[in-house]
């Protein structure tokens, strides 16, 4: 399962999003919803949510830089034990 990351270039917590799952070896995509419409309606579609970060995997997700959030998805998506 692939993991998506919306963002924007000024949003520090978007940033440590990106860190945390690259340090944790993790594949991910970004999403930069001030430069990209599509992906800003396709978020706020999915989660009702406005605020960036956005970490998505399949239909779960998890707002804002919140690691044990994450880790929880990582793991329901069998991407990190």
């Known amino acids: ?4 990351v919306y963002s924007t270039p000024t ?3 978007c940033g440590k999003v990106k860190e945390y799952l ?13 430069s990209d419409r599509g992906a800003a309606i396709e978020m706020i579609k999915k ?12 239909d779960d997700f998890v707002v804002g830089c ?13 991407i990190q034990a």
């Open 22 to 34: 690259t340090s944790k070896g993790v594949s991910f995509e970004v999403a930069d919803i001030s």
């Open 11 to 13: 949003c520090p917590w």
């Open 1 to 4: 399962m692939t993991v998506k």
């Open 47 to 58: 989660t009702r949510q406005m605020a960036v970060p956005v970490t998505m995997s399949g």
């Open 66 to 78: 919140d690691t044990a959030g994450i880790d929880e998805l990582l793991k329901k998506a069998g």
